[in-house]
């Protein structure tokens, strides 16, 4: 008989014979398990053509610039554009291997992160997801990961990264991030005209200048109490009442 797609194999064995069936059995099991396997990879990899990501192309929270001094191409990456309440972490996978196999195939690259006036609620993924996406990428994309300017980082961050950055983030992306307070220091190793610098990234620069110590998370005096005129005249003259009070009692 011819065979049909639904054909199967059945193996009997007499228990008499003192045969162990299960490595035979185990092949099997072996074999498809490697096939899902191989197929599970090449899903992660080989993303649909339907895929859509026009939608967070707009966004321009990610997007493929110049090239840093040492002519590692710069991924821009700004925190504040990233709507986290409405992409799920496995959309945003799948929107970064795609940036990648189609804007980064090759050659060595860096990632500038403006984590500038970001919002952990609204606008950052989080440190667990951010890893799973990191160990997602094939070994090429993580050796050809130079370095990470971390634009802003800011208290927290700094706090967050120092304490749990070394269990949460692989050793390679750790001893790769490089923190940068102000915007001058980024021209260090990036010329000016290769990234584009959003407004709100200089205004927030300029306050920093003058305000040197909103980077400790100590914030400046908004109502100008410091500034306001010393009252002492007043004060001198409420004191004068309450001794001539005492004297009269």
């Not at 050659?107 to 997602?136: M, S």
Request: proline fraction near 5%; charge should be negative.
């Amino acid at each position: 008989m011819g065979s049909t797609p639904n054909d199967f194999s059945v193996i009997i064995l007499p228990s008499e014979c003192g045969i162990d069936s299960r490595p035979l059995l185990a092949d099997k099991g072996k074999d498809k398990e490697s096939e899902e396997d191989e197929n599970w990879h090449d899903c992660a990899q080989n993303l649909s053509s339907d895929e859509d990501f026009s939608d967070l192309d707009l966004l321009q929270f990610a997007r493929l610039e110049g090239s840093d001094k040492a002519g590692n191409r710069i991924l821009r990456v700004v925190g504040k554009y990233y709507p986290a309440v409405v992409v799920s972490g496995e959309r945003l996978k799948k929107y970064i291997l795609h940036k990648f196999q189609n804007e980064l195939s090759e050659g060595p690259f860096c990632v500038v992160y403006f984590h500038t006036t970001a919002q952990k609620d609204d606008n950052c993924p989080g440190l667990t997801i951010l890893r799973w996406i990191y160990e997602e990428l094939p070994s090429d994309y993580k050796d050809r990961l130079q370095t990470l300017y971390f634009v802003h980082p800011g208290l927290r961050s700094r706090l967050v990264l120092a304490t749990l950055g070394r269990f949460f983030l692989s050793g390679s992306l750790y001893w790769k991030i490089k923190y940068v307070s102000r915007l001058q220091y980024l021209s260090d190793d990036i010329k000016k005209g290769e990234v584009e610098i959003p407004d709100f990234v200089k205004s927030h620069d300029e306050v920093l200048e003058h305000r040197p110590l909103t980077d400790y998370g100590i914030e400046p005096d908004s109502l100008n109490v410091t500034g306001a005129p010393y009252s002492a005249h007043s004060f001198g003259r409420y004191e004068e009442r309450w001794t001539s009070r005492q004297y009269m009692m």
